[in-house]
Each structure stands twice: as C-alpha cells, then as structure tokens.
C-alpha cells in the first residue's frame, strides 16, 4: 500500500515541477529588462515535464500544462511585451524631460532678484580667435614600429625557419 503512495506522489512531481516552472517563468518574463535567456529554459522545462506528466498517465494536468505552454505562454509574452514597451518609453520620457530642463536651465542664467535672462554667445571676430596650431596637438610622422619601418617585406617563413635551423 505505501509503494503505490509513494509512486503516485513521484508521479505527480513532473506536473508539479512543471507547473512551478511555467510560474516562475511567468513571473520572471514581466521583468522589464531582457531576460529570455532565463525564463526561455524554463518554459522548455515545463513543456517536457508536460509531456512526462502525460506519459506517466498524468494526462489531465499534463495536458493543461501543454496548453498553457502552447498557448498561455505566447499570450503572456504579448502582455509582457507591451508592458515592457511602455515602462521604456516611460523611462525615456523622462529622460528626454530631465534633459531639456538640464539644457534650459544652463543656457539661463539667474540673477540676484531672481529674474531670468538669456544669455546668446556670438561668434569672436577671426583676430581674437586662437591660432590652429594652438589647439591642436603636435602630429608625428609614422615610420615604423617594432623594429620594421612601414613598407617593408615581411618574411613569415623565412624569420621562423632560420631560429628553427639554429
């Protein structure tokens, strides 16, 4: 009488384990970053456990399983997605606010009476600007380098079949 328990509580395992799998999988993909590589191996998992459940005369809950990984899955990735779309595009809003009111604010300069004014640069006359050469870096021409100047023939063969001869 305990050996049939026992082997019906093991029979039962592969649809449990398989439900905890499609679960924890569910969970994991409405994470709003990429992490199919984590709830992709799952959903497989609970699919084969699925297919165990049903042959193990599970067949009831291996088969529900099987749906639910046939069709809930992908049904749950179109929400997932789109949830995922929109908490991004959220986000760079945001961003895209922060930044226009980061660049505001530094091209307006307070006073002491807190009044605003714009201040617009305009371009220094070609006589007060610096010389070229003085901004930019001193340039030297390249000849070579590790003990071979640019242009000259390599010898593969000939450079390791001598230190072999030796």
Avoid at 30 to 45: E, N, R, S, V
Avoid at 84 to 102: I, N, P
Avoid at 108 to 128: A, G
Wanted: aromatic content about 10%; charged content about 15%; overall charge positive.
């Amino acid at each position: 009488m305990e050996t049939k328990e026992l082997q019906t509580n093991i029979r039962q395992g592969a649809a449990i384990g398989g439900w905890v799998c499609f679960g924890v999988a569910s969970v994991i993909m409405f994470i709003p970053i990429p992490t199919w590589f984590i709830y992709g191996p799952l959903y497989l998992a609970s699919f084969i456990l699925s297919i165990v459940g049903i042959s193990q005369r599970r067949i009831a809950s291996g088969i529900m399983l099987l749906l639910a990984n046939v069709i809930g899955a992908p049904v749950l990735f179109v929400f997932a997605l789109a949830i995922g779309v929109a908490t991004w595009s959220g986000a760079l809003d945001k961003a895209r606010q922060r930044a226009a009111e980061h660049s505001s604010t530094t091209a307006t300069n307070r006073v002491e009476d807190s009044s605003s004014v714009t201040t617009v640069s305009e371009p220094r006359p070609v006589e007060e600007r610096p010389p070229v050469a003085a901004v930019t870096p001193a340039v030297e021409k390249i000849d070579g380098a590790f003990g071979k100047r640019l242009g000259d023939v390599f010898r593969f063969l000939a450079t390791f079949s001598g230190s072999v001869a030796r």
